[in-house]
């Protein structure tokens, strides 16, 4: 397996894997997530062209993807409150669900760790729903800590 950053010829691979981790929020939340995918085909060619939306995909040897992290560049530059850091926010982590298990996850959260430092960000960030404990422990396993909670009353 190795890390390389995801292409266009990638899309139908990147459509299923979205599939599966919606599923995951879906039936976790069925009152927030629709049976869908978070970005369509077109979304994802345009999000490959964003240099501050890199994708980081993780391929077999017959070089398909088994699990991605997109990624984002935020920065607060000039904030009243906020201090001038780069940070690279994981805005999706997902491991095909038959190559689970095999430390897909753990490879790709490394090389975006690896990634993120060489190329001087202060922090890698991401969210994780409640809902998705597998995740969370994960997570946590890796050495990440909570930084901030989302809270909720449904009304």
């Known amino acids: 397996m190795k890390i390389r950053r995801a292409e266009e010829k990638d899309i139908p691979q990147m459509l299923e894997l979205l599939r599966q981790v919606n599923l995951v ?29 890199p994708i980081f995909g993780a391929v077999d040897d017959n070089d398909i993807m088994v699990g991605y992290a997109f990624c984002v560049h935020q920065q607060h530059i000039g904030s009243n409150l906020l201090t001038d850091v780069k940070t690279l926010y994981i805005d999706d982590i997902c491991v ?60």
């Not at 069925?30 to 939306?53: G, H, M, Q, S, V």
Request: with cysteine.
């Open 25 to 53: 929020h879906h039936i976790g939340r069925p009152d927030l997530f629709k049976k869908a995918t978070k970005y369509t085909a077109d979304e994802l060619k345009t999000i490959l062209n964003d240099k501050n939306r």
């Open 96 to 155: 095909d669900e038959n190559t689970r298990g095999q430390h897909v996850g753990k490879t790709i959260y490394d090389y975006v760790i690896s990634w993120a430092k060489e190329n001087g960000y202060y922090n890698v960030t991401l969210n994780v729903w409640n809902c998705n404990e597998g995740a969370m422990k994960f997570y946590e396993a890796l050495g990440m800590k909570p930084y901030k909670v989302g809270m909720e009353q449904i009304l």
